[in-house]
């Protein structure tokens, strides 16, 4: 067992109890070696799980010799639970030479791939059902050994075999974000154009796992010709990591963003101006365009509230020190095919949307039906969604990386277009019109000439028949760059006196194409924000220094945020279609709410204080020393200043 957690033996019982006390009598001889925990110590040695990657544009060294600024800081991050309020689980039930996997998951139909792989069956003897799951934030994209544990047991005794993580299990081994060292360097000219840009950064990535990229938002957010980054993926005797909710870019941008201010301050220029003056046109690694980006709309929406900051300071007194930051973002979130969509529309006009996709919980068969509906000319309560089951509907994408809705949305109206289109065919036939004068909206077949029918007066010739659409997701646009955008600002109040931070308000605005559900979308915001928030201030998987083992295991110890930490949340979406992408022109919006925001804090606690806060979880003790330090700074500065 390399690490807390790995499996080394399966039970199997009638009951819950019954298994636990066979296990208990599981006999196991261990023989203890040192654990390697540390990642600069793994790098060092050569344990690693990925070659080092580096990456270089321009030329970094002159781009740092052009600087009339040059700020190199130290930042890092813990290592995080994703904790999903529903564990991982499956309950495997063998049917014949089949098999059907209840299970909660981001992904159906990877799923059902690797559970025919781990089993040695092809990939139609394996059924995956999960109509609804209580999220997964990235830990559930792939099949974890307790499933192919389960099916094995569920072979062995014949019956249905249900394997599920207690809370303590699931903050061991449900995965987690990797937590990282990193040195950043931001060099620029007098008037804030970056001359250079460069990252070294360490990843603590447990025993498996892959590198994220860190050092993408370094490589992609700003218009620098000399970036130079070097990644390093230690392999440790701790539980392997998973993809959690923009995996590197959180930890890369919360340097990238805070390093900047500093650089700012450095120059004594705006924050907000540092990050227009540096605005990329065009993708920064290839010189492509984008299919679209609103950034520089997100920087003017920002304006009102960064003025705020005269204001926000001068309610300041000697104890509660306020202040105003921002951070900027970017990310993936264009989905891709393939996708597949079915719609069929029966004789009382009412539609079903059907296609083998999960809702990881964010409101994606909303949307679905939304989009059908409009689509359709037909109100949202005539359309159904039938999704969950790779048994009974066509292929659909991941749940991860942003991108249900950019992938399933465009197949889904693809193939309402589809069944429109055949109603259109027989009412042009019925009407004795042109087809291409008729319509449908509100329900009703439409004429160019004004005359109207109810969609019933159509769809009921067909008595037991059905109107079937078809739709797949089509490719991106080609030499493109599909990202997504946005910037937050961050309202905070420092007690001077303890180190306690305030949040007192968020302000999320974010350029994701057209928005489908505002409401949806909202909550999306939201809760990337909360789950910021802990990450922030709270959250930190701490682990025993001498043998690894997880000391955080219950949420009592890992402090998840609460409704009472939740500050105020402004959101504001740009929702301009994107008109190179899809016929939908949607990104996703799963992942950019949680990128910005830890930086955006930070550089509100330096706005109200001075001090630099370069360590997450941002605690207490790291503000009352940041404070100290930056008082000793300003005894230097008047110190020099008199001499
Ligand atoms: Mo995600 S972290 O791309 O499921």
């Known amino acids: 067992a390399p690490y807390e957690g790995a499996p080394v033996a399966a039970v199997a019982a009638e009951t819950l109890a019954q298994a636990e006390a066979a296990a208990r ?4 001889e261990w023989e203890v070696l040192d654990a390697l925990l540390d990642a600069d110590e793994a790098v060092e040695r050569g344990s690693l799980l990925a070659p080092t990657r580096t990456y270089e544009r321009g030329d970094y060294a002159r781009g740092l010799a052009e600087a009339d600024a040059v700020v190199e800081a130290d930042y890092s991050t813990q290592t995080l639970n994703h904790n999903p309020l529903e564990t991982h689980q499956c309950v495997c039930e063998w049917r014949g030479d089949a098999i059907d996997v209840y299970v909660s998951t981001q992904y159906i139909w990877g799923m059902r791939r690797d559970i025919a792989e781990a089993l040695g069956l092809p990939p139609d003897k394996v059924r995956v ?23 094995e047991l569920a072979k062995r005794a014949r019956r249905p075999v249900r394997c599920r993580f207690s809370r303590r299990e699931e903050n061991v081994v449900g995965g987690n974000r990797n937590a990282t060292r990193q040195r950043v360097t931001a060099a620029a000219r007098a008037d804030g154009t970056l001359t250079a840009l460069g990252g070294e950064y360490t990843c603590a990535l447990g025993w498996d796992g892959w590198l994220p990229p860190t050092s993408g938002p370094m490589q992609l957010l700003y218009a620098c010709e000399n970036v130079r980054t070097v990644e390093h993926g230690a392999k440790l005797n701790l539980p392997p990591m998973a993809a959690f909710r923009a995996p590197g870019f959180v930890e890369g941008t919360w340097s990238l963003e805070c390093v900047l201010d500093k650089l700012a301050a450095e120059l004594g220029l705006d924050p907000l101006e ?30 009102p509230h960064w003025e705020r900051r005269h204001e926000v300071r001068a309610r300041s007194d000697e104890v509660w020190k306020r202040g105003v930051g921002m951070a900027s973002q970017s990310w993936y979130g264009g989905g891709g095919p393939p996708s597949y969509a079915w719609v069929r529309l029966g004789s009382d006009g009412r539609a079903t949307v059907v296609t ?11 949307a679905m039906a939304m989009i059908a509906a409009e689509e359709l000319g037909i109100t949202l309560d005539r359309v159904d969604v039938q999704i969950g089951d790779s048994a009974r509907g066509p292929f659909a994408s991941i749940s991860g990386g942003s991108s249900t809705l950019p992938s399933m949305g465009p197949a889904v109206r693809s193939a309402a277009a589809d069944a429109r289109r055949q109603v259109l065919e027989l009412a042009a036939q019925r009407f004795e019109r042109e087809e291409s004068t008729l319509s449908l909206s509100g329900g009703n077949i439409v004429c160019a000439d004004g005359e109207r029918w109810p969609l019933e007066e159509i769809t009921g010739l067909l008595e037991n028949g059905q109107i079937l659409g078809k739709g797949s997701r089509g490719p991106n646009p080609t030499g493109m760059r599909v990202l997504t955008f946005g910037i ?56 025993d220094p001498h043998t690894g083992t997880v000391l955080t295991k219950t949420l009592d110890a890992y402090k998840l945020p609460t409704i009472a930490d939740v500050p105020e949340i402004v959101c504001d979406l740009v929702d301009e279609p994107d008109t190179h992408l899809t016929n939908l022109g949607s990104k996703g919006l799963g992942e950019p709410p949680i990128v910005p925001t830890a930086a955006a804090i930070a550089n509100a606690i330096r706005d109200a204080t001075g001090a630099d806060v370069t360590s997450l979880p941002i605690t207490r003790e790291e503000i009352l020393a940041a404070l100290r330090e930056a008082e000793q700074r300003g005894r230097e ?7």
């Open 25 to 28: 009598l599981v006999a196991i």
């Open 274 to 303: 540092l990050r227009k003056r540096n605005h990329a046109d065009v993708d920064p690694m290839d010189g492509r365009p984008f299919s679209s980006k609103n950034l520089l709309e997100c920087y003017r929406r920002a304006e």
């Open 129 to 151: 059902i999960c109509e609804f799951m209580g999220g997964g934030f990235g830990a559930k994209n792939g099949a974890g050994s307790y499933i192919a544990l389960a099916a």
């Open 637 to 643: 500065r008047v110190a020099a200043g008199a001499a």
């Open 356 to 366: 083998a996709m999960q809702d990881i919980g964010t409101g994606t068969r909303t």
């Open 488 to 543: 937050q600002l961050a309202e905070v109040a420092v007690d001077v006196g303890t180190g306690e931070v305030r949040v007192e308000k968020i302000v999320a605005i974010h350029d994701v194409g057209r928005v489908i559900n505002p409401l949806g979308a909202r909550s999306q915001i939201e809760g990337g924000v909360i789950q910021a928030l802990g990450h922030t201030f709270s959250e930190h998987r701490l682990d």
